[in-house]
DNA sequence: CATGAATGAGGCTTCATTCAT
DNA sequence: TATGAATGAAGCCTCATTCAT
């Protein structure tokens, strides 16, 4: 048989999977590190998730730590571009912004899978201290920016008043970061499942206090 | 010789060490499950901080998982209580009770050993859901009601006005906890090297919010 | 080189021993497990005879115990089926069958391979018993089953007297279980080198018990 | 209290006990090796079931297979005795000696405690030759001796005809070795609960062959 | 004589990683 | 690129044995 007759054999079907390898090693790699921790994960697991073989893995990643490290990293980018975007658009009425962006969270707080590279991060913050500070300062600190430069304009445009903009920015994230360790990881009973009501609560007490007076 | 110069036979010296030992080891496990985390740490390192052999720590704990239960458990018992003595301490000025146990929660916070409970529970909870629910319930939840009945207390007292309780009560820890979790575990800068004026700054932003308008 | 000449690729020669590794360890577990007893044997020692590494016995079976139940399984089909064969084989002339048995039984009770599964099954009864019983119900009752229907033929073609046949049963197996425990296990000299011999005075003594009298 | 009162402290109750130490570990011993086989059977239960502790056993032994052999060789002396007693006392009527023999030890076979010691011999025979083979030299031949004594009694009497006396012993010891693994440690039912058939049974079969004929 | 405490050695088992195909 | 097979290193746990009292 000519090869001719083979199709295309510049670009395979087969290829495209091949392709998409990565991204669903990463998938499967963040499920079972977030079910398990990444100590207890097995890449036997991972490789069975992302459907090919054990050695399979390391033809892409070069070490369980890789691919750790190359986990957080991809989940990081998104993140921080949001935070970045989030920032900006909110020039206009940074107050309205500010409790739009509370409520986007606190839905997207709900799935537990979002949490699970937070959760991870915590577990392994000992064992890999440079993964944790790569978390924080690529995502963490972003997203403190972002809301800081949110904050500052509320303040500027003299809708909240003055006051010191890292207790704010802790008083904005805490509750929901909290909640959501509270919901999703120690398995409590939560607020988070009507997060429309949850962040009314929330602004309702913080805001007042941040509103100007007469 | 007088008997009563003899030291109590009942109690030798060479007991002491023995009947420390569970202690012993349940803190050299905590030092070694908090810095490695559970499945990364091994026996045998707790064994030699402890200060001793690997199978000693058989004779008192069943296998590694039930060390990490008895840590957990050992772990608890002291929280709890202090949570109902603080409730029950602030009757008479609940609002300034919650001041000085936020002050003094902050104060501790800049412990790195007392958060290593809680990053080893969070790493944990995939593994091992009932002792994330076990600490949640004993050691949260407690918490989560002390702090509800020193803010009813306040509320009653008219120190501050109504509001939602469950969002006081996360607007009081989530702030806390989230910079415990972004100094010690992420290793970021923070403002827990001032906890007096952490906690000013909390106040200042939160309960202005709460306080009573004319 | 015309294709006929290529070992057929859907049987690849290194397929061959992975396919056969089953089978290759569980013959070194019989040696190892049959020289020093089910507890004293080692893994690793079994995995060298076998030409393997210790972890890759783990590929084919779950665990030691595993181990040792497929190995008496795999001992058991071919004695059970043996049985059933000779219980048919000899429906023409059944006491001459039970003689060419015995003399068989002799012969291969030379062989101390042989006896390893027995030994060490009542070197274990006490641990598994359902091993134990697994082993009686497939291969002891099976034989005794086997020749139950030999001597029954025995006496329904009058080759024998009637007499209760669980006594004749034993009677035949008895003698040369004993004999076999006495050579291979506890060292003894023995009858069994001349199984010729050794059957003929069985026989001799008990036969002619068992004749027709006038 | 004045020591007067004290019952004999000369040889004060405790020391009763300490006198029997050695057999009672033994015992203690023979269950739980009977039970378990020598290797998997632990130290501590031995001691726990001889009502001492771990450590007191070495006062006694000087290790586990010192307390094997010790077992062993104390198990040993009476049956040989047995054996000598009775070979002598069947002077007078040796084929009705070896009837009675057989049903005493029918009888006895029922206990699955006599079984221990042999079974366990055959379980350690790999691993201790030395003491299977001293086992066979102290009881089994002294057995067979015994056995062979009282045959040629018979056969010189008259009460039986001549024939191998090696094939008469096997047959006189082998079915009732049989059952006897066949029951207690292969765990089948049996012919044992009714000792007094099982030797009639058996007799019938293999004494009407060795009875002199007209 | 007796024991609670302790340990060194060793076995089973797991798993990340490599290799031959 | 893909994988079934294989392994070395390591960890948990057990247990016979010793020691201090």
């Not at 083979?6 to 670009?11: A, D, G, T, V």
């Not at 899978?113 to 890999?128: E, Q």
């Amino acid at each position: 048989m000519s090869p001719a007759t083979l199709p295309k054999p510049s670009e395979p079907r087969w290829r495209r999977r091949a392709e998409a390898r990565p991204e669903e090693i990463l998938e499967a790699a963040l499920e079972e590190f977030g079910a398990r921790g990444f100590e207890a994960a097995r890449m036997e697991d991972i490789a069975k998730r992302a459907g090919l073989s054990k050695a399979a893995i390391y033809l892409y990643f070069q070490s369980k730590v890789a691919l750790l490290e190359a986990l957080i990293e991809a989940k990081v980018g998104p993140l921080a571009q949001t935070a970045q975007m989030i920032a900006s658009a909110g020039s206009a009425d940074p107050l309205n912004a500010l409790r739009t962006l509370a409520t986007a969270a606190a839905f997207r707080l709900n799935d537990p899978a979002l949490l699970a590279v937070p959760r991870l991060v915590i577990g392994i913050s000992g064992r890999f201290p440079e993964i944790a500070t790569y978390y924080r300062e690529h995502v963490v600190e972003k997203a403190r920016g972002a809301l800081e430069a949110l904050i500052e304009g509320a303040m500027a445009k003299g809708q909240i008043r003055r006051a010191d903009k890292n207790a704010i920015v802790r008083a904005f994230i805490g509750p929901l970061f909290f909640e959501a360790m509270w919901t999703h990881v120690l398995g409590g009973e939560t607020a988070l499942h009507d997060p429309q009501k949850l962040i009314k609560q929330q602004f309702d007490v913080l805001l007042s206090g941040l509103e100007l007076r007469a």
